[in-house]
């Protein structure tokens, strides 16, 4: 059977992307790095095997165990880990989440800790969503403000998005609050490729360099 764990043994991580390109299934979007050529592997094998829903709600509850417990992160990457710790924390990540994913996601955590690759597990775990959400229709809409917003305000931003036309047809926005204390204030939008820097950051760097260029 064609399973992730199958693909990562044989090939490597390094080699998948030739061997990814040989399969019927291709994934909605391309993903770069380590953490995402793992994340496309787990997705080409639950879409294989018709269990990319059931994968998708386990590793959706490993996101939440993985912002849950702060100390878990750090664990998980440890170096110091051998092969017995390694598949004793595989073990214990499975007993603390739904069963739906099954074989799949068993066969897949394992082969993270025999590559010694647990560290990428929450970025995994991010491109893999990212993945399911593509696969969905569903594109990100990354607000990016210095603080929280509250919910009336995300709304009425997505209610924008989506009537601006940024959309292609056929797709929905799913949008994210990203809190960077950096840009000071304002917004920063992100839809696919397209930015529309709105913080305040962006605009004390365009006032520095129109004084500069002033002098």
Do not use: W
């Not at 051998?82 to 595989?90: E, G, H, I, R």
């Not at 993270?112 to 990428?120: F, S, T």
């Not at 998005?161 to 047809?169: E, K, Q, W």
């Not at 000071?184 to 004390?204: F, H």
Request: proline share 4%.
């Amino acid at each position: 059977m064609f399973s992730a764990r199958n693909v990562l043994r044989r090939t490597g991580v390094p080699s998948f992307r030739t061997y990814a390109t040989q399969q019927t299934v291709k994934p909605p979007v391309a993903l770069f790095g380590v953490d995402g050529t793992y994340a496309t592997a787990l997705y080409t094998a639950a879409k294989k095997t018709s269990q990319l829903d059931a994968v998708a709600k386990t590793f959706t509850a490993l996101g939440q165990l993985l912002q849950k417990d702060a100390k878990l992160g750090p664990v998980i990457a440890s170096p110091t880990l051998n092969a017995a710790d390694k598949q004793a924390v595989v073990h214990e990540l499975l007993k603390n989440l739904p069963k739906d994913g099954g074989k799949e996601v068993k066969n897949f955590l394992e082969v993270l800790a025999e590559n010694n690759r647990l560290g990428v597990l929450p970025s995994v775990v991010e491109k893999f969503d990212q993945l399911v959400r593509a696969d969905k229709g569903e594109v990100e809409i990354v607000v990016t403000s210095a603080v929280p917003l509250d919910q009336k305000l995300l709304q009425r931003i997505d209610a924008a998005v989506g009537s601006s036309g940024v959309l292609a047809a056929g797709k929905k926005g799913k949008i994210i609050n990203r809190v960077q204390s950096d840009i000071k204030g304002g917004l920063i939008v992100e839809v696919g490729d397209r930015t529309i820097d709105l913080s305040i950051s962006n605009k004390i760097a365009k006032l520095n360099k129109l004084l500069s260029d002033s002098l």
